[in-house]
């Protein structure tokens, strides 16, 4: 009764909750990298160069500052979606992997002792 009740779990309920985590998963790093955010706000000022107010900037000045500002934030937020995206089709991969093997566990140890048995010439 006992190997009935783990096999029902195992495609029954054990498949649901792999899913369901595999859900969960996807959802943390999608919160995680923003991706949408990040494309919305991709050509923004990364982080304006604060001075003090008396401090007189020419055109030039406040034009090169705007440049690189806008330069680096655009860098810095397209790596982050680049490595976001490269993530997120290794969390696919990794999930589909999963769910092909999934099925096959349960009999992996009976699989391993006829190996041994053929191999080893009991």
Request: hydrophobic letters at 55%; zero cysteines.
């Amino acid at each position: 009764m006992f190997w009935v009740d783990l096999l029902g779990w195992w495609y029954g309920a054990g498949l649901k909750d792999l899913s369901i985590k595999f859900n969960a998963l996807f959802s943390s790093t999608s919160d995680f990298f923003s991706i949408s955010l990040l494309a919305k706000n991709l050509f923004q000022p990364y982080r304006q160069t604060l001075t003090v107010s008396n401090y007189k900037r020419t055109f030039g000045e406040k034009i090169t500052d705007a440049l690189v500002s806008r330069t680096v934030g655009f860098l810095v937020r397209l790596f982050l979606i680049l490595f976001g995206g490269i993530t997120f089709v290794l969390e696919i991969f990794a999930m589909v992997l999963t769910f092909i093997v999934w099925p096959f566990i349960p009999f992996a140890p009976l699989v391993l002792i006829g190996l041994s048995v053929l191999n080893f010439g009991f």
